[in-house]
């Protein structure tokens, strides 16, 4: 049978006669890398340009139309070591990148004019103490004026689109009051400038900007690395699948160019990528990612498959179903997309600080105008002092607040191996109290081990592990690897759905099935474990049986632990037999589970301990966990997890050990901690600022020191949210 | 006084210089992958001498 690669459905045009494409690369991470890489694609023929970017751990590859075959650049990286994956920008990404080019752009344009605007300003300043002529400062004013007023139209367009957003919908967020602070400034500067006042305001205004802006981008950079970090982690696991295209002919395709109707092959050891029917061939299958059953099903001629599961025994001719039929994924969408709709009315911190914030400011400002009016001081000057008053207690400080906590938090967790999907999940997570763990795959980890290799001689144990090379099951991938075997026998063969066997200086040796190796008897006294597979090993007349089962995860134990010391409240939710529960929550500690519970029992439950007011954070790896991850108030998932579930999830963890979930549980408290220290910060300068301000003493130099001043302990403060990192790890 | 006339706009013009390489440096790609142009800075990069005629 003859196997191809076709990737030409990422290939695309860029300029005459040349194509590019772009590869996601696993394992690039420091300068050698990349230069090792670069020059080694270089060096094929006809390759125009090859460039690494190691933020995006993607290379992005340009060469002469039409001379060379996508595949051999994948070759190539793999003689270099390294695996890669041909990655398809989605939309979102590139809509993100679009977007923080544009406030890097807005920022760009505002720092020029402020640093312009304060040139000016300096003069002025100096210049009203002294022998500055009436003449001159308005000539400095209008040039201020000229600078800053395009330049606030160009980079204050972010906060007024968002503000108008927020009011035509007749709510408030943090844009409004700066939008109202920034045009009532700049209007009351150029009046100002033309009565010839001795002050003007555009200094502080665009400054303003400024800051701001510099929050934005540190927030849009941080959301932009870890999404395409996660899109480099979903295009390595390769979904591709081995369709059809004659009778005997097969090619490697990816998903996304296979339709309803055509015909996959699906190898043992190989995860389905589809939806769809067997329509000829026998094997076990694992559905242990779609339904939490850790036993395996057979599959036979007309078993629907599902993406996600693994096959185990036998190849299986799958004929492709359309997604929206499949019953099961269309159930679990519909879940998916109620719990994601309800979720989405939680707030974040900001938000809720500036609904209380733009009132109290208002008012305060509105106030002052009205007081000193009254108190006789003429429309004017009362004026005057109200925009001051908005001026500096302009949410500058608050603005940066939370987004510097969260670009330093997603930093240091992305270096413990924590991925963060969304900006307030950092939030959310700070305030769980209450963990759901699902068991497959989370607490217990992916792969299979042997757990009885102590009972069995170690030259056997290593023939065994020799003989298992040759097999691609599952199964005899963890034999082979807990034997630690290197060399296969050259002269074993595979029996399909049995096992393997070779002849070994004139001994028959035998691995698989106990009935292949003619092992039955051993078996029916040994099957203690409810969890675990067993295979047989026969060198002779000799037997031997090895018991197989998913591991807890190394370290399951000492984070449950931690997690009951921080008063976080356990649960196991499996789909998982009952039995299976059982051992994994004696062996946990864990007094709460379930098992045998359906996607919607899950969410039930989770609905539950929220009436309860208890915030759940949902740990879980399956499809059948995707609509729970997204019902929780925060949810993990491992980077094994299915892709659903890894695009529902808030935070991906990487790595065999569970400790990320409480290292990111520690983080995310601390960064919580110091994002009120930094609103409280904020507040209290405002406190401090504003009768000052309402006083009417307050120039344009006094503002504006207050302003920075403010706004650079703020982004110190955050800083200490990385040194807090680094304490847990 | 008069020295503003000159001094004034030359600083704009300075200030504007600036803002346009930033800009165009943005349009160039030069702020997409900000941890490798650390690397590439210090990277001994050059191509061995029998490969340089190869590449005119």
Known sequence: MQVTRDFSHYVRAAGAGVQHIDLAVEGVHCAGCMAKIERGLSAIPDVTLARVNLTDRRVALEWKAGTLDPARFIDRLEELGYKAYPYETESAEA???AESRFLLRCLGVAAFATMNVMMLSIPVWSGNVSDMLPEQRDFFHW?????ALPAAAYAGQPFFRSAWRALSNKTTNMDVPISIGVCLALGMSVVETINHAEHAYFDAAIMLLTFLLVGRVLDQNMRRRTRAVAGNLAALKAETAAKFVGADEITQVPVAAIHPGDIVLLRPGERCAVDGTVIEGRSEIDQSLITGETLYVTAEHGTPVYAGSMNISGS???RVSAASEATL????TRLLDNALAARSRYMRLADRASRLYAPVVHATALITILGWAIAGAGWHDAIVTGVAVLIITCPCALGLAIPTVQTVTSGAMFKAGVLLNSGDAIERLAEADHVIFDKTGTLTLPDLEVTNAADIPAGVFELAGRLALSSHHPVAAAVAQAAGAKSPILSAAEEAGQGVRAVVDGVELRLGRPSFCGAEALVVGATLDPEASVVAFSKGPEKFILTVRQGLRPDAQAVIAALKARNIGVEILSGDREAAVIAAAHALGIVEWRAGVTPADKIARIEELKRCGAKVLMVGDGMNDAPSLAAAHVSMSPISAAHLSQ?????????RPLAPVVAAI????????LMRQNLWL?????????PVAISGVVTPLIAAAAMSGSSILVMLNALRARSASREIM | MEILVILVPLALMLGGAGLAAFLWSLRSGQYDDLDGAAWRAISDDDPPPQEAPAKR
């Open chain 1, 95 to 97: 809509g993100e990148v």
């Open chain 1, 143 to 147: 040039l201020s004026a000229l600078i």
């Open chain 1, 316 to 318: 299986l001719r799958v």
């Open chain 1, 329 to 332: 994924l269309a159930e679990i």
């Open chain 1, 647 to 655: 695009a529902t999830a808030d935070l991906v963890f990487l790595g």
């Open chain 1, 666 to 673: 520690d983080s995310a408290r601390k960064a919580l901690h």
């Open chain 1, 682 to 690: 904020a507040i209290g300068y405002n406190v401090l600022a504003v």
